[in-house]
DNA sequence: GTAGCGCGGATCGCTCAACAAATCACCCGT
DNA sequence: ACGGGTGATTTGTTGAGCGATCCGCGCTAC
């Protein structure tokens, strides 16, 4: 970096650009792939076979191979050797696990009030509106990324970037098993008061109150999500 | 799976297989480079050519390539696009969001007395008899990976296969900061009389003042750790 | 009928060779 | 010393190819 600029106002320049698309191809296929998984438009425990995604997505198989690693990595993609990769299948032991390990997490993170910030607990009200004004709006898809913006503020406030990269994959990995969800509406509309009640906790400084609401509100979840896993099963 | 066996007879005898040596050969690279990394056998900060290591470990670049995405992506090495990929060096800042996030996990694991088993509670017990032969011998890389086990028993507590898997790759992560601290003795002798304390204390019950200790112990670990690496740099 | 067997066919795992694009190292003129 | 051009090196990605493995299907034997 040569130091022309006193105050480096290139930097700034850039500052706020939504980075640059995932320059390499492997990434973007990554991206793309991700997203079709999270949103649930891949069954799982569909296979994907190299040739078909590498035509679909016009790269070629070698790139493709790469991104599938990665998405194993992620525990979105299950890789079987010699039998290729397969959406993943989250079992009723998986959700209570990811579950189970949230809770940690994020209670955790509320608990360490001497590292929140004022910018963070304004994240964690800004995710509450978002849900309420995608509730008026009867946007279930958009009340489901609210709360999950809210569970990713709540996390937040550790103030710790390897926390919160974890607490999105687990999200991301919990998403696998929102198609067993129907209607979206009952699932996640119910918990919309709780993260009021819980954002004005936070706010006026009672945490203790706050983490026993969200354990509560947590293990409820987890229960309602297992009950409707094993009835599809 | 075919259901001629009333008792899994066959599943009995493949149980404790240490596992199938990994299947694929993007698996295996994976494998043998990261033992390279955190055992600290490839310095931080340089750079790995595609062409050499793919020569030197007689596979394709195809295949190192899927090796380095995994890697990179378990945060050991940095991917710079158009330039190759490097090992990981961290910062002083790296080491105390480690360390805070260990805490955190650690300390929670901790406080789930309801999941204690007795099984993991003698895995700790067995890592810190583990540590104190490594230090009678005067094996001072052997009382690094006791002390390793040590926190993975205490993590595992939790009975979670996530966060084991996530402390895990901490640890892993941490070891990239290992080179620094020379001679290992000195780093890590003077935790040891503290794992049996916090054993002991677990043994008896008193998880709370357990958890104390540890945090304590977490923190001059940290400072220790982080002023070590300031004098280098 | 069904359990075992063998035989393609499809797909994966991996390699190799090639080329465009980006970066790096070096030299040059100023 | 500094900016700029140039060739060498390395990466990013592709495509083809081949052995290995798995799957489905039909055959046979009991």
Redesign the interface.
């Known amino acids: 970096m040569t130091q022309t600029h006193g105050l480096d106002v290139v930097a700034d320049l850039f500052a706020g650009r939504p980075a640059p698309v995932a ?2 191809t ?1 990434e973007r296929v990554v991206d793309v792939l991700r997203g079709y998984l999270i949103e649930g438009r891949i069954v799982p425990g569909t296979r994907l076979s190299e040739e078909a995604f590498a035509a679909a997505m016009s790269v070629s198989r ?1 790139t493709l ?2 991104a599938f ?2 998405l194993a ?2 525990k979105l993609l299950v890789h079987e ?1 010699n039998r290729g990769v397969f959406v993943r299948e989250l079992t009723a032991d998986d959700v209570t ?2 579950y ?2 949230r809770t ?2 994020e ?3 509320l608990a ?1 009030t001497e590292r929140h910030t004022q910018a963070q607990k304004s994240k964690i009200r800004l995710a509450v509106t978002e849900g309420l004004s995608a509730a008026e709006a009867e946007d279930w898809r958009g009340l489901g990324t609210a709360n999950m913006h809210f569970h990713l503020a709540i996390a937040g406030l ?1 103030g ?4 919160d990269a ?1 607490m999105s994959q ?1 999200l991301a990995e919990q998403r696998l098993a929102f198609h067993v969800m129907t209607p979206l509406k009952d699932f996640h509309d119910p918990y919309l008061t709780d993260n009021v009640t819980i954002c004005e906790l936070i706010e006026s400084g009672d945490v203790e109150e706050a983490a026993r609401h969200l354990r509560a509100y947590l293990d409820r979840a987890c229960a309602q999500m297992v009950r409707a896993f094993e009835a599809t099963s």
Chains 1, 2 share one sequence.
């Open positions: 320059a390499s492997a070698n191979r790469e690693r990665i990595h992620e050797m696990s990811i189970q390990f940690m997490l209670t955790s993170a360490q550790a710790n970037r390897r926390l974890t687990l």
